[in-house]
């Protein structure tokens, strides 16, 4: 669907003169003198191209704004369209976080060394609400009272 948005709004931006041509027709009537030398829209008119090519505009950024909800959605592992990372709990997307910035550091290191150990992940359970947090959180994140 994004793609079918984005093609639409670059034939709107692309023949945005001739759509405003026929939009102005519809609008208002041709004019009954000569003094119209371009013929292409009347005096009050001159706005039409500006409104169709901001529309055109709008359609490939929403067409663009849908590939990258599904590509998103398809990266975190979350099924049912568009529902992007959301639905993930915060505990799986910190361990999605740090498998992702291990995978980064450890693609720096000289070949032929071996990976390094695993980093061991200290969590502090709040009083309140029984929820896991890093070591160093002052706060909760999920009732607020101080840790």
Same mark, same amino acid.
């Given at each position: 669907?994004?793609?079918?948005?984005?093609?639409?709004?670059?034939?709107?931006?692309?023949?945005?003169?001739?759509?405003?041509?026929?939009?102005?027709?519809?609008?208002?009537?041709?004019?009954?003198?000569?003094?119209?030398?371009?013929?292409l829209v009347?005096?009050?008119?001159?706005?039409l191209p500006?409104?169709?090519?901001?529309?055109?505009?709008?359609?490939? #950024?929403? +067409? @663009?704004? %849908?590939?990258?909800?599904?590509? &998103? /959605?398809?990266? =975190? #592992?979350? +099924? @049912?369209? %568009?529902?992007?990372?959301?639905? &993930? /709990?915060?505990? =799986?997307?910190?361990?999605?976080?740090q498998q992702?910035?291990?995978?980064?550091?450890?693609?720096?290191?000289?070949?032929?060394?071996?990976?390094?150990?695993?980093?061991?992940?200290?969590?502090?359970?709040?009083?309140?609400?029984?929820?896991?947090?890093?070591?160093?959180?002052?706060?909760?994140?999920?009732?607020?009272?101080?840790?």
């Open positions: 669907m994004g793609l079918v948005l984005i093609g639409a709004g670059l034939v709107v931006f692309r023949y945005s003169a001739y759509i405003a041509g026929q939009l102005d027709s519809y609008i208002s009537p041709p004019p009954t003198d000569g003094n119209n030398i371009t013929g009347s005096p009050g008119g001159w706005y500006y409104a169709v090519w901001g529309f055109g505009f709008t359609l490939i #950024g929403l +067409g @663009g704004t %849908m590939l990258r909800s599904a590509f &998103m /959605s398809g990266m =975190m #592992g979350v +099924g @049912g369209g %568009m529902a992007g990372g959301s639905s &993930m /709990s915060p505990d =799986m997307l910190d361990t999605y976080m992702a910035l291990s995978g980064a550091r450890g693609s720096t290191r000289q070949p032929g060394t071996g990976p390094m150990p695993p980093k061991e992940i200290v969590k502090v359970k709040c009083r309140n609400c029984g929820n896991l947090e890093a070591e160093d959180a002052t706060y909760c994140r999920k009732c607020g009272e101080p840790l």
